[in-house]
């Protein structure tokens, strides 16, 4: 008797925690009228300051536009957790109308069916589309097919000098002409192991940190990371000497500090224990908090060619089967994209702008004297040429190969082999999806 | 539960007092008594159910019918049936990750044991400040893993860490600690002992104050000398505790994960990484939740079959663990 009626209570209990689990989307608009009160959900992954001002841009645009309430919030505890949240989202049909997004997330929510489709939209010209970089614009088209959404934020890898490490080992600082032999000879002089002073700093996570540091070595040297027909193209024979490269220094001089984490080269760079490191505008504000002496130049280059990397990240739109909703979160995006407010939020925040017409405003030319060097990496997104791949199995190919790098930095196994081993692996990553 | 009832009210009527309740002691009665009994029984127990459900029953259920599917996170999930698991079992890096995951419970395991009784018996007496010892041991404890962890990033640092600075003080060579492949995995373990070891500690104090005395007196009156008395009376004594906390250890020693995430991130050279960090890597970070899901099920099988195990070699044993 009991036994029957616990069963009941089981099946009773999960079907109440089913259908509480499953959400239920209320119907919106489907006729556009612009004066409709609307509220729009905004996820900004952003913290504390960056968090601020854009809650004081949102505050702006609803004062602009009465009609419009955004409901702004940092959307997690931290932006990698956006993905989660986003993902929980659509299994529950609760998600927002925009959310910033990292770049690499961009083919993965285009699977999902959510997104905007902004095609026919931006070739109004109001939209100045065609401002952008082209990795931003690739970046928020991953698949060549939908325009998910808007650039949120464009940054580049550049050459970052210690000159203090510098000024005591009396090297010559970098210049825009440095090859990558100079640059290794310049390593070689930096390192001091009496001192556990190194010349370079890599990161052997095999994380993405690890893999994108190695695209401009592939790239300079004429390779490619994926063939026309999408599989892996890196184990060429340029991605074979630009590994090659980075394993005669790291294994051979022993000028490279191999980090384990992602976490650390910057704070030794910081305490000048680095004398160089390759990254980006977001390194810039802890520098100048800890008073680190440092320069800012291009990357160093082959033959002239200097070419760098990008990682833009994005503003997510996602359709929430209401048409006023839509059309808002397109305008307030637009409006935020736009020249006179992106020098009042990224510049302001110290992200390099979005478009290279804002570097001749007073905001910017601020920034420069605040963030010495960021004129250069702002300059620098001339040498981000090449975008990175944004199809869906990209992870799996960063993963792939960032072990391959990190196991050939550490002195395991040798560049051809890793690297057509992690082709492979790449190649099975990329048929998957 | 209603048995429970039944047997309870079944002394009270034989009591010969008049009968209770104003129904007739039909069976009709009877039933609607137990229905009623049972109801409030259900009654008690039912938000704590709606919770478990909700928040693991379920759960686990999902998580199996993902394990069957592929599945990014976001695109329509896609039926593939066992090919996670055959995937799973033919990959390398799995392997290598139950491999580690092993080797740390080798390590831990035994030495969390035996360091929890030797410090339980050094704890088990009446010297003053006692308390202050207890608590000292049990700090640790409390401290959270993501703690400890960033402490030893901070202790073990191949540079600047104290631990080298003790060893070259030593005039001995500096270790790489964590940055090396064959040492990070010794190193997490010590500082996951750092952390347990109090654990252990207290359940054998507790089952060290419950040896009974007249025992621990016998002993002594035949003659036996402190060792013979622990080793042949205390020991024997404390067997179901180990059984105990020797699964418990292993349990938690397969699922390692947050000293692993907050110290190495599974390097360096993926030595430390474990099966819940595969896991974890394959599902959040690759976007693979079908194969995050059967690698956790994978785990959770070799963890029932790891306890039942035990289980049935204690009870073959007649050690009361069970």
């Known amino acids: 008797m009991h036994r029957r009626i616990t069963w009941l209570a089981l099946a009773a209990a999960t079907a109440t925690a089913a259908a509480t689990l499953t959400g239920c989307s209320a119907g919106g608009a489907t006729e556009l009228d612009p004066e409709a009160d609307v509220t729009i959900t905004w996820w900004t992954g952003q913290a504390d300051e960056a968090e601020s001002i854009l809650e004081g841009l949102a505050d702006e645009f609803e004062e602009l536009h009465p009609n419009v309430t955004v ?32 770049g690499s997330w961009a083919s993965e929510l285009e699977s999902s069916g959510r997104t905007l489709d902004l095609r026919d939209q931006v070739e109004d010209p109001s939209f100045a589309w065609d401002e952008f970089s082209e990795a931003a614009r690739a970046t928020v088209q991953p698949t060549g097919e939908k325009i998910i959404g808007f650039p ?37 002089k930096l390192t001091d192991p009496a001192t556990e002073t190194y010349g370079y700093a890599y990161s052997v996570s095999g994380s993405e940190e690890t893999t994108w540091q190695f695209w401009p070595h592939l790239w300079q040297n004429g390779g490619e990371i994926l063939n026309d027909d999408g599989t892996a193209a890196f184990a060429s024979d340029a991605g074979v000497d630009a590994l090659e490269f980075l394993r005669q220094m790291a294994v051979d001089d022993k000028s490279i500090y191999l980090d384990q984490t992602d976490t650390k080269f910057a704070q030794l760079f910081a305490a000048d224990r680095i004398g160089m490191m390759t990254s980006g505008p977001w390194q810039l504000y802890d520098l100048n908090t800890a008073g680190t002496q440092y320069g800012v130049t291009v990357l160093p280059g082959t033959d002239g060619d200097h070419q760098t990397v990008s990682g833009p990240d994005i503003w997510a739109l996602f359709d929430t089967q209401d048409v006023n909703e839509n059309y808002w979160s397109v305008e307030l995006l637009k409006w935020l994209t736009a020249p006179e407010q992106d020098v009042r939020w990224n510049v302001e925040f110290g992200n390099l702008p979005l478009r290279a017409s804002e570097i001749d405003s007073p905001e910017f030319q601020a920034q420069v004297v605040a963030l010495p060097g960021i004129d250069i990496m702002a300059a620098n997104n001339e040498n981000a040429v090449k975008s990175r791949p944004t199809v869906a199995g990209y992870v799996g190919l960063s993963e792939a190969i960032g072990s391959a790098i990190s196991k050939v930095l550490q002195g395991q196994g040798d560049p051809k082999e890793a690297l057509e081993d992690a082709a492979k692996k790449a190649d099975e990553a990329l048929a998957d999806n | 539960m209603a048995t429970i009832t039944e047997t309870r009210e079944a002394p009270r009527a034989d009591a010969g007092g008049s009968p209770r309740g104003s129904a007739p002691d039909t069976r009709a009665g009877a039933r609607k008594r137990r229905g009623l009994a049972d109801f409030t029984g259900w009654a008690f127990v039912a938000p704590a159910m ?41 990959d390398e890096e799995f392997w290598a990750a139950v491999s580690h995951t092993g080797l740390f419970v080798l390590l831990f395991v035994p030495a969390s044991v035996l360091l929890g009784l030797f410090l339980a018996v050094a704890l088990n007496r009446d010297i003053p400040l006692i308390g202050l010892y207890r608590t000292a041991i049990f700090v640790p404890f409390v401290a959270s893993a993501a703690a400890t962890g960033i402490l030893s990033t901070y202790l073990f640092s191949p540079q600047f860490g104290l631990a ?10 500096a270790q790489g600690w964590l940055e090396d492949p064959n040492q990070a995995m010794i190193v997490i373990a010590i500082m996951s002992l750092w952390g347990q070891a109090a654990f252990t500690t207290v359940i054998y104090l507790a089952a060290l104050q419950d040896v009974p005395g007249d025992l621990l007196e016998a002993a002594r009156i035949d ?37 692993v995430y907050t110290t190495t991130r599974g390097g360096p050279l993926d030595s430390t990484k474990t099966i819940v960090y595969y896991l974890w890597e394959k599902a959040f970070k690759a976007l693979d939740f079908g194969g995050g899901s059967a690698a956790a099920y994978v785990l959770f099988f070799v963890t029932l079959l790891i306890t039942i195990g035990m289980v049935l070699y204690a009870r073959s044993r007649k050690l009361e663990a069970f």
């Open chain 2, 50 to 90: 709606v919770i478990i459900l909700g928040l693991s029953i379920f759960p686990a259920v999902w998580a199996f019918v993902l394990s069957l599917q592929k599945w990014n996170g976001f695109a329509p999930p896609k039926w593939v049936g066992g090919n996670n698991y055959g995937k799973l079992l033919s």
């Open chain 1, 152 to 188: 949120a934020l464009v940054d580049n890898l550049s050459l970052i000098y210690n000159k203090t490490v510098f000024d005591a080992a009396g090297v010559e600082y970098p210049t825009e002409e440095w090859s990558w032999d100079d640059f290794r000879d310049a390593a070689k």
């Open chain 2, 164 to 173: 080298n600075n003790v060893l070259r003080s030593l005039g001995l060579p």
């Open chain 1, 71 to 102: 409901d702004i919030s940092s959307g997690a505890s931290s932006t990698e957790e956006l993905l989660q949240k986003l993902s929980a989202g659509f299994a529950s049909d609760t998600y927002p109308n925009i959310s910033y997004s990292f």
């Open chain 2, 223 to 259: 003659g036996a000398n402190r060792w013979q008395t622990f080793w042949r009376i205390v020991w024997p004594q404390l067997s179901p505790v180990t059984v105990f906390v020797t699964i418990w250890q292993v349990i938690g020693a397969l699922q390692l994960f947050d000293l």
